[in-house]
């Protein structure tokens, strides 16, 4: 339980949470270098449909457990975009690495 009349147990709550955000963004980080070798171009990484579907969704979870969907629609398109340039590179790499330097289907 969070102590909401000490702002020490308030910031000692939100360190615990920002601890399972960091882990979960990790398993994120997995799985989009995981994806990444599976594109088979720039477009499929960028994917500019799935965002919006992503975004849709997160909007609508936010709204569902009480957090503002504007605030958490930032955060997402940020997440996303971070995550894109990461896997952008990575795709890169992979392509490079490729043999016939071709599609990877």
Do not use: N
């Amino acid at each position: 339980m969070v102590d909401a009349t000490s702002l020490g147990g308030i910031r000692a709550a939100i360190d615990a949470v920002d601890a399972d955000l960091v882990r979960l963004l990790a398993r994120r980080e997995r799985l989009v270098r995981q994806a990444a070798p599976l594109k088979r171009d720039v477009q499929a990484v960028q994917a500019p449909g799935r965002v919006e579907q992503v975004v849709a969704r997160a909007r609508a979870q936010a709204a569902a457990a009480g957090a503002d969907p504007d605030v958490v629609e930032r955060i997402y398109r940020a997440m996303i975009q971070a995550f894109i340039d990461m896997e952008l590179t990575e795709h890169q790499r992979v392509m490079d690495r490729s043999p016939d330097k071709g599609v990877i289907e």
